[in-house]
């Protein structure tokens, strides 16, 4: 959930990364452990994408005055999280390397594969302070520090072709769910699609859960759940969320055809931008998106809001959910832990803030606001920050909060639900397997 996550199409790669040939040998590992690697090297793995353009001007920049040389590494997106996997716990492993923070990497804290942070922060206070607090502690587990932020932050938000919307008398994106249940009827009834949505990838339909769970239940259900108490899934607040996705779906606000749809190879941002649908829930990178192949319409059509709040129920209207931020985090035994702290420093740098923002992310450091001018599209960079900081709370990306093993189950569970092939108690059954 450019997604610098599993959520977008690999746009380009620095370098295509062969596990066991680029990467063994290389990164963590003490002296001992480490002795068959090369010196004067340290490790960087990243997701390949687009971004790794700023990435390649970061390490350029630090080998310039750095006499251990940081080596950049990339592997296709599709391939990310499942190589990454494999090679942690292997002589191959990185010294420092790309994450979504929470359950992407509690796995590797558990198996003791990862430096806390602690020590570098007490060195230079600014590898924590230089973040917005709701993002740097993503990646904090058990009150641990683990990771840095890179990239930019990626909130889920509603998206709306303007044109669209004034064609059927919507003239204000919906503030509440009775807003978006009447905006429904007015596009059904003129033949669109009201919501796009990509439902043969599976993740877009999450970001609906998501959502309805946090306006209904507040973030606290789901944070219990995670926490280890899967008995919330089957509580009255939980079967009043699912109810509204219910009537929701058996409105027809999605269509009949969304479980054929997908958002990764374009399909459903392309019914908005063609005039087919009046609204799309996604994560901020559907600008970027759609401004690839229809720059037009994000210029003069292109709307944006937050999710709507629903009247009664627990959850703060500025809640956000989405994927924080990206993060690096450390191997435990990197041979040169000091060249490692001060390349991270590079991560909340004029420089890196005003590279990130050029290319469409937008960074969550205490100065990005200073930049906003910069940005592509001001107004839109602008709004984002403002969402990110002065949401309540954040909640990561289901599928990014718990372990990779678990993504399987949650994506079928949501499909599933929104397909009517199961009920409420096979929603809450599937759910209550997951395991943090």
Known sequence: MNKPSLRTPVLAAASTLALGLTLAGCGGGGESASSDRPENEVHVLVYGDASNDVETAMVDRFNETSDVKVVLDTIPGADYQQKLQTVMSTDAAPDIFFNWGGGSISNFVDADLLMPLDDFIEEDPQLKDAFLPSVFDVATVDGTPYG?????TQPVMLFNNKEVLASVGITESPKTWDDLLAAVDKLKAAGKTPIALGGGDEWPTQMWFSYVYDRVAGPELFQTALDGDTSVWDSEESREAL???????????FG???????????????????GQAGFELMGS????????????????????????AIGG??????????????YYSVLKDTRYPDTVRDFLKL??????????????????????EQFLDQATNPEYARYQFELVQDAPNFQLSWDQAYPPAATPTI???VADFFAGSIDEDGFISAMQSLKK
């Open 313 to 326: 129920g627990k959850g703060d209207a500025a809640n956000l959910v989405g994927n924080t931020n990206n």
């Open 243 to 253: 109810g509204k996705l219910r009537d929701l779906v058996d409105s027809g606000a």
């Open 256 to 274: 009949t055809n969304f479980q054929s749809v997908k958002f990764t190879d374009g399909g459903s941002p392309a019914l908005l931008a063609g």
């Open 411 to 413: 994506h079928s569970a």
């Open 148 to 152: 840095i932020p890179m990239r930019g």
């Open 347 to 368: 991560m909340y740098s004029d420089e890196f803030v005003q590279a990130q923002m050029a290319t469409g992310n937008l960074p969550t450091t205490t100065s990005t």
């Open 285 to 308: 990178w559907e600008y970027s998106t759609i401004r690839d192949t229809n720059p037009d319409f994000v210029a003069t059509n292109l709307g944006w809001s937050t999710f709507p």
